[in-house]
């Protein structure tokens, strides 16, 4: 069945600047901070208190507005009928917190940072939620009645606009990817993807559904008629400080409209390829690839893997003024002042391959194809990478040797292929270990037996786990890291490439040539204390060695 043409659209928007959350301290910044709060502590003869594992009362935080919180980096962590006990990274801040508070206080130390976090976790942007609910209920029974209904009109987006912007703020501030809004008979089911995994934050009555789908196309300058076609656009928004892109994609399911928001942090920094995950003698060996005058590096893997940020982690390797490096993506996720980008448009004509296209008269010397998606596309990309250009793109694909794989299914020549295509990586993103709850274990038989398959040893002492605490959400997990495989198109693979061998000859070919696959890098990384064993079974698929 053919698929209908999505629509596209894009406009911009500002929410109410709200106190920007302090960026996070790496490992070795935060043990020196909880170190000196140790030593704060002891020269004020006051106690230090552990955020990791204690939890602000929320009566007590609640006597605190979170501007406040954050201007005296203080948090309320209980409150009874004689005094506040209040963590502070400063005891000069006691007689502020008095006169705020208007009651005696207790002072406990703790680090910054740590605070911070306590604060994000404490004064949530969905806390607010119901208030607004509440006054769209009642604007709905109004609305119900025909006699009210040129009284409410003027006003009846005003608790949907609010109901929005908070589900984006706090989304932000939990540093989601994706936000999942899915309606049901009588409810609306609010997900949001925090390092790779969904978790539920909320349920909305089934009532406000419609109005929050509508809402989101209006920003998004989608059709709100339009009920039964897929939509996409986006949306440019300035969250609490941070400049924030929000890709909006609407389906129509059996309860009514599915949203998903993906959001793409302009803030957030470009990584190097060694701080992407890459072993230090893989990016060496990917980077010098990368200083190929022309050819096709190839980054592959599914949704969400992590390719955009690794192919700009690539350009930043080689962006130089000698260089024409020009972009066509879909959307743009990070903007370089020294390159050319060009923003895909379906609408107005500007599509993948038509782009590709003006792109080659352009005079470039690099080329990144954001995703290759059809065979047009790749044919011009393959041609691109013969004619004295090096050009770079995804692809989704399993692994290294599938995506060779996939373009020879999309038709392209064997020989085109194995002429164009200098080298392939593949990758996955699997969670880190949290740092603040860090714990050994002995693996059970299981685990040992999975490492034993990879080449992997349980380190003296065992293995890392994360034993959950509240900068975590007590999952045990903080950030991602990448897992990578790297596969250069040797001689050898050219002639499998040619003689359309099986995927399997082609990945024992690239393995005895050295390269080491997704499970065995993924079983590195678990004996590193990286990540663990049940992570990398949830996020590689485990395929024969």
């Known amino acids: 069945m053919r698929h209908r043409k999505r629509e596209q659209s894009a406009a911009t928007v500002t929410l109410t600047a709200r106190p920007e959350v302090g960026p996070a301290a790496s490992k070795e910044d935060l043990q020196i901070e909880r170190n000196r709060a140790r030593q704060i502590a002891e020269q004020h003869g006051l106690a230090q208190v552990d955020l990791r594992t204690v939890s602000p009362d929320p009566a007590a935080a609640n006597l605190i507005d979170e501007q406040t919180a954050r201007l005296l980096t203080a948090v309320p962590l209980s409150v009874d009928d004689q005094h506040v006990t209040v963590a502070v990274a400063d005891p000069a801040v006691e007689a502020d917190l008095r006169a705020v508070l208007d009651r005696p206080v207790v002072l406990r130390i703790a680090a910054p940072t740590d605070i911070l976090s306590a604060i994000g976790n404490s004064f949530r942007a969905l806390a607010g939620i119901d208030s607004r609910l509440k006054v769209f209920e009642a604007r709905d029974v109004l609305r119900k009645d025909s006699t009210r209904v040129e009284v409410v009109a003027a006003s009846d987006d005003a608790p949907v606009v609010q109901v929005v912007q908070l589900i984006i703020t706090q989304a932000l501030r939990d540093r989601a990817s994706d936000v999942h809004i899915e309606p049901h008979e009588d409810r609306v089911r609010i997900r949001f993807r925090v390092d790779g995994a969904l978790h539920d934050q909320l349920e909305l009555p089934g009532s406000i559904g419609p109005a929050v789908v509508s809402r989101i196309k209006i920003l998004a300058e989608l059709n709100i008629v339009e009920r039964r076609r897929p939509q996409d656009g986006q949306i440019s928004m300035d969250v609490e400080g941070r400049e924030v892109d929000i890709r909006v994609s609407t389906t129509a399911v059996v309860g009514g409209e599915k949203v998903v928001l993906r959001l793409l942090d302009k803030s957030r920094p470009l990584f190097k390829l060694e701080q992407l995950g890459m072993p230090p003698e893989m990016a060496d060996r990917y980077s010098a690839l990368l200083r190929s005058p022309y050819g096709m590096v190839i980054c592959a893997g599914p949704t969400g893997s992590g390719k955009t940020t690794t192919l700009y982690g690539s350009l930043g390797e080689i962006n130089t003024p000698e260089r024409n490096i020009m972009t066509i993506e879909d959307p743009v996720e990070y903007t370089f002042s020294s390159i050319n980008q060009i923003q895909i448009n379906e609408s107005a004509g500007i599509t993948f391959a038509g782009g590709l296209r003006s792109i080659l008269r352009q005079d470039p010397d690099v080329i990144l194809v954001g995703e290759v998606r059809d065979v047009e596309t790749a044919r011009i990309a393959v ?163």
């Open 383 to 545: 041609q691109s990478a013969l004619t004295g250009h090096f050009v770079l793109s995804s692809l989704h694909a399993t692994d290294a040797a599938t995506a060779l794989h996939r373009l020879l299914d999309m038709g392209i020549e064997n020989f085109l292929i194995a002429s164009s295509v200098s080298a392939v990586v593949s990758q996955r993103l699997v969670r880190r270990i949290c740092d603040n709850c860090r714990e050994t274990y002995q693996p059970p038989a299981e685990e040992l037996a999975f490492l034993d398959t990879f080449g992997g040893r349980v380190p003296v002492g065992g293995l890392v786990r994360g034993a959950g605490c509240n900068f975590c959400a007590r999952t045990g997990f903080l950030e991602r890291t990448g897992v990578y495989e790297l596969m250069p198109v040797t001689d050898a693979i050219r002639e499998l490439i040619v003689d359309r061998a099986s995927h399997d000859e082609i990945r024992k070919t690239a393995r005895y040539e050295g390269m080491r696959t997704l499970q065995e890098e993924a079983v590195r990384l678990v004996t590193a204390g990286v990540t663990t064993v049940a992570e990398v079974v949830r996020s590689i698929y485990v395929v024969g060695s």
